[in-house]
């Protein structure tokens, strides 16, 4: 009950506390504080007037400065994800839910998301959309079938375009199917140079499939993580050069005959080997297929988007994957370094669209067949009883999607506030401005943001998540 009569309060106060007054506009102030004493709360809204003569630290907002538009922020709804909203959650609380996640006015308006174009580790078993009995192939793809999303994934994406039509859709294979590679399995190897048709061929016929029953994919990367082999779930490694043939010899020449428009990303991996995006991208070829760069957060810096971006600013950047888990138990410093990384430090590195991995899992961390087994869900819904816990994840998108819709831009703010980082966007449908900031240290901090001559001061409690909008 507390929890609707804030979302009563989303759809209420927003555009109430943007009306602008005499004094100047008013900014309304949205907190989360790693204590949990306040969990995207409603604060008390604050007044923009004239710039006062003093040395407090300030944000300053310059909207002649433009960056990339935005297509916003969400989570993947996994094979785990789906079929826990689909079979623990009664009709009504999986509309509730899902409201709350994918809608604005209520909700929290997530409008990214992810699927995994097969199995991953978070799915009930291992399979592709074309499986072979071991030693056979099928290189026309007679067996291609998506009936095991039928299930679970494609009812509760269709739910969630239903409630967002802006949802932006992606998708990754964990493998291709495992006659096409070099083990025979979804297990580990590569792909066989034989079957780089008819693998392309497979990812167009989901895109197809999918598209046909009112999910269009619109970003798709031709493997996750290909640089890793998982020994207990699908995965395949594909270096730079096979990665730069498949795209620039075969699948991008096919979109283009069949006029898919479905936008390839390379990578999809993490941070720590920018090297390999680079390389990819060097080939001249597969370079006029690629429209962006994928990035996970499991090893290196967020400043390698930066690298990428910087070499190709013709290509797009995403950030795709992350997930918390048991392994860091703290609310409070996964709340300030997934905002600082993530939200802002992704979006600061030229992020189109921010992903974080499961959108939900369960008590036991699943469902999920080998890979991860203590990662946790944007949201935790109880097996037995349906109960939902939001956890940190979920505050830490909310920060950014409730208030940066899709087609917003990135705009010009100053950084270098110790303890405090942040970044501001604009949204193209009616300008409103928002800013999010989180305090990284101990102790509270004092600052402002200064914006068309005017600023509005705010003390941000320690290890907190604010976010500010006004127009």
């Known amino acids: 009950m507390a929890f609707r009569t804030l979302l009563r309060a989303l759809a ?6 943007l009306a602008c007054s005499r004094g100047g506009p008013t900014a309304v102030v949205w907190l989360t504080t790693g204590d949990r004493t306040r969990l995207l709360s409603r604060e008390p809204d604050v007044r923009f007037a004239p710039v006062a003569q003093d040395s407090i630290a300030t944000i300053a907002i310059d909207e002649a400065a433009t960056y990339q538009e935005m297509v916003g922020f969400g989570a993947a709804i996994t094979d785990a994800s789906a079929w826990l909203i689909q079979n623990r959650l009664p009709p009504a609380r999986r509309a509730e839910l899902l409201q709350e996640l994918f809608g604005r006015n209520p909700g929290v308006g997530l409008s ?14 291992q399979y592709s959309y074309d499986d072979m009995p071991h030693g056979k192939t099928d290189p026309d793809l007679a067996h291609f079938s998506i009936d095991s999303a039928r299930a679970a994934v494609l009812p ?10 802006h949802l932006t859709v992606m998708a990754s294979p964990w493998s291709a199917p495992g006659w096409m590679k070099t083990t025979g399995s979804l297990i580990k190897g590569t792909l066989r140079p034989d079957a780089y048709a008819p693998f392309a061929e497979y990812l167009r016929r989901y895109i197809e499939a999918f598209a046909a029953r009112g999910v269009p994919i619109g970003l798709i990367s031709i493997q996750n993580e290909p640089h890793f082999e998982p020994g207990d779930y699908p995965g395949m490694r594909i270096e730079p050069p096979a990665r730069a043939r498949f795209v620039g010899e075969f699948l991008g020449p096919l979109f283009q005959r069949a006029g898919v428009g479905t936008q390839i990303l390379d990578w999809d991996h993490n941070w720590n080997e920018p090297q390999s995006p680079l390389q990819m991208l060097s080939d001249s070829v597969a370079r006029r297929y690629v429209a962006g760069v994928a990035w996970h957060c499991y090893g290196g810096e967020v400043t390698a988007q930066s690298v990428v971006h910087d070499a190709h600013p013709d290509k797009d950047t995403y950030f795709t994957e992350c997930s918390g ?24 590195g030229w992020a189109r669209g921010v992903l974080l991995w499961n959108l939900a899992l369960d008590e036991h961390h699943g469902p999920h067949t080998g890979g991860c087994g203590d990662c946790r869900g944007v949201v935790t819904i109880d097996s037995a009883s349906g109960a939902i816990t939001r956890n940190e994840e979920y505050y830490a998108l909310a920060h950014a999607s409730r208030f940066v819709r899709p087609g917003a831009r990135r705009i010009g703010s100053s950084s270098g506030i110790e303890g405090l980082e942040s970044v501001a966007f604009r949204n193209s449908d009616d300008g409103s401005k928002a800013v999010i900031v989180v305090n990284t240290a101990a102790v509270e901090r004092r600052f402002a943001v200064g914006w068309a001559g005017r600023s509005v001061r705010y003390t941000i409690p320690a290890r907190a998540v604010v976010t500010l909008s006004w127009r």
């Open 156 to 165: 509760v994406v269709q739910q969630a375009r239903a409630i967002n039509p």
């Open 112 to 125: 990214f998301t992810r699927l995994t174009i097969g199995a991953s580790d978070f799915s009930l078993s």
């Open 325 to 348: 888990g048991n392994w860091a138990p703290s609310f409070s410093d996964n709340l300030v370094w997934m905002t600082q990384n993530l939200i802002i430090g992704a979006t600061r």
């Open 12 to 17: 209420t106060s927003f555009v109430v506390g």
